[in-house]
């Protein structure tokens, strides 16, 4: 079935570093998304990406959805401590006639002050 | 209150014992969902309503029984669970489920410990 590599799994940063990780598929996805969970909390909506190829900015947050629309990147720049937390990717695709949604298996970002 | 509220935010269970989790939302959304999240696991779909009725039970074993009287809530009875069933279960809702899988809206969870 549909399966996203999100990598890396866990990242340790310093304070004001910038932050890239990313999502992977061989199947095509009509749009993506990405959530971040903060402890104790459920996951909360930060971009989602309708396009192939669409670049979108949330504040320090940048994500692209891939041209081959396999895969999705998300950028954070200038880190600062409340960025702590799991960040998913989820892609949406047609399996078997239906529309679903899949998770990425989270990554666990730590930042050092 | 806004948003998506679950209750309770953490449950201890016996394997013998009958629970209810309950979630509510007030975002006036059409679908809602049950997930169960596991460590380093992905996020883990169980159940789907649609303007209260059922689309979609992913395989989940009969000691998990959702409800949904109306599109504001949905329940999660469980019975006889076992210890491998503690987990973090996220209650979550959208616009509609029409063939569109609208952004969701998460709860911030029960944490349930089965022992």
């Known amino acids: 079935g549909q399966q996203l590599n999100q990598s890396p799994q866990s990242m340790f940063i310093q304070e004001g570093e910038d932050v890239s990780m990313n999502c992977t598929s061989s199947s095509i996805f009509n749009t993506w998304l990405w959530y971040k969970q903060d402890p104790g909390e459920g996951p909360v909506l930060l971009i989602a990406?309708?396009?192939?190829?669409e670049l979108t900015s949330n504040g320090r947050l940048t994500a692209q959805f891939g041209i081959t629309r396999k895969d999705s990147f998300l950028n954070i720049s200038a880190s600062i401590p409340s960025d702590v937390g799991i960040y998913f990717c989820?892609?949406?695709?047609?399996?078997?006639?239906?529309?679903?949604?899949?998770f990425g298996q989270g990554t666990r970002l730590t930042i050092n002050p | 209150e806004t948003g998506v509220t679950q209750t309770p935010r953490h449950l201890v269970m016996g394997m013998t014992n009958k629970k209810s989790l309950k979630c509510e939302q007030h975002?006036?959304?059409?679908?809602m969902y049950w997930y169960k999240q596991s460590a380093k696991k992905p996020l883990e779909l169980m159940f789907v309503?649609?303007?209260?009725?059922?689309?979609e039970n992913n395989s989940v074993p009969s000691r998990f029984s959702p409800e949904c009287p109306n599109s504001s809530h949905l329940f999660l009875h469980l019975h006889t669970l076992q210890p491998e069933d503690s987990a973090l279960y996220l209650c979550a809702s959208s616009q509609d489920f029409s063939g569109w899988v609208s952004p969701l809206h998460f709860g911030n969870g029960t944490r349930l410990t089965v022992t």
């Open positions: 989820a892609g949406q695709a047609t399996i078997q006639g239906a529309q679903k949604l899949v």
């Open positions: 990406l309708y396009k192939a190829g």
């Open positions: 975002l006036g959304h059409n679908a």
């Open positions: 309503y649609n303007f209260k009725e059922q689309t």
